[in-house]
């Protein structure tokens, strides 16, 4: 006899960011019946393999810029201070571990029930859980929500390609490699490889192009790649792929050694390769096929401006989307969804609370050497949008006072610049580009003034703070 499906109201497929937040908002404000469907690690990516370990690992190597720093204000601290990566894996580890405790402690407070197992479409109302146990469940509700996520691909076709690691694998490292290649341009590429830069390992990105972070501002994309120069990685432009990778013995016990070979022929050797190539949905599993879920020619899955799917009682967010992969707009994604579904009558909600999430000028920031903050359109993309002739660019590029006392050669890798991008008469800013030290914490506050509509003469009116970076947003001329 078929298994009697347990009932809920809300069915929750994934405990990443966007699902724990859909789920809690669901269950801890409106008390809707919420069952969570966990396969891997609580927390998801951003918790496990994602922005929290990277952050961290960011902070560890600007403690080793900070170190050389010091030196220029006359504190004699000596060169080549040895570290102990090995512990501070560890730690990073523990700090990981607490989350996860801390994302399962937040559900059973707010009576979530939760799983762990991999879920299966069985109907457009039902899933099918294959539970870690060995067991098999299954679980009806009338709103199943996918937050799936994502996951890091490596390239098909070159023999060997599996002897590199991905992003996840990044946070697998217990003994750092001598010489550590990367492939792609992207964030990710850019952030692991200027941290293993920063801490003295031989850095090489292979980039298709002549500049990364292709996807942002020419400013930022152009200043930020001589940067990387300057600062030593080993940067190959344009570069035309491999054609296969070799595994090889080490220098010694237990090293890894890879030989990269590339399609022109030339050759590298190093101790680590990570592909960075992109990422794809989550989904093979779940198979949304079976019910009728659109997805797009990446398999991301196809969602109106409210995250409905084109099958009734069935939503999807964050990057199984692929819209705006970032772990804040997953989150807001699945409790503006929450409040749709269950808030509009339940004495916690309201038409005060947002219903669904705009996807507009949303700041993001890149943690790389120095710090990238961005939002609204790049200039290009204004162009076309608004033509040049309506457009004003405000740009200013300086030495940041903190880099006073470092000498010329050492001031050049540690630019910091700037861009406005106005619109109009009235000059309302479409688009803010930062770059360099403080961008990270600076962005979210200016990101608040431009998500309002924010006019260039609306930060000119605002008292500059003195002596810092961010006053020359407010005086730029």
Known sequence: MAPVPKQYDFIVIGGGSGGSGAAR???G???AKTLLVQEGRSGGTCVNVGCVPKKITWNFASVSEMLKDGVHYGYDIPQDIKFNFAEFKRKRDDNIKGLNGAYESNWSKEHIDMIRGTATFKSQKEIEVDLQGGEKEVYTAPHILIATGGHPVKPKGIPGSELGIDSDGFFDIDDLPKKMAFVGAGYIAVELAGVMAAIGVETHLFIRGKTFLRNFDPMVQETLTQRYIDAGVIIHKEHKGFKKIV???GSKPGQKSLKLIGQDGSELEVNELLWA????PEIEALDPAKVGIKQGPKGHIQVDEYQNTNVEGIYAIGDV????????????AGRALSNRLFGT????GGSHLPNKLDYSNIPTVVFAHPEVGTIGLTEPAAIDKYGKDKLKIYRTRFTAMFYSFHPAEEKKLQP???KLICEGPEEKIVGMHILGAGSSEMMQGFGVAVKMGARKRDFDACVAIHPTSAEELVTMK
């Open 247 to 249: 595994g090889q013995q």
């Open 277 to 280: 190539i992109g990422r794809a």
């Open 29 to 31: 404000w409106y008390g």
């Open 321 to 332: 989307t692929g819209q705006a992969e970032l772990t804040p707009v997953a989150i807001a």
């Open 416 to 418: 910091t610049e700037y």
């Open 345 to 348: 009558n339940h004495p916690s």
């Open 25 to 27: 908002r669901a269950s």
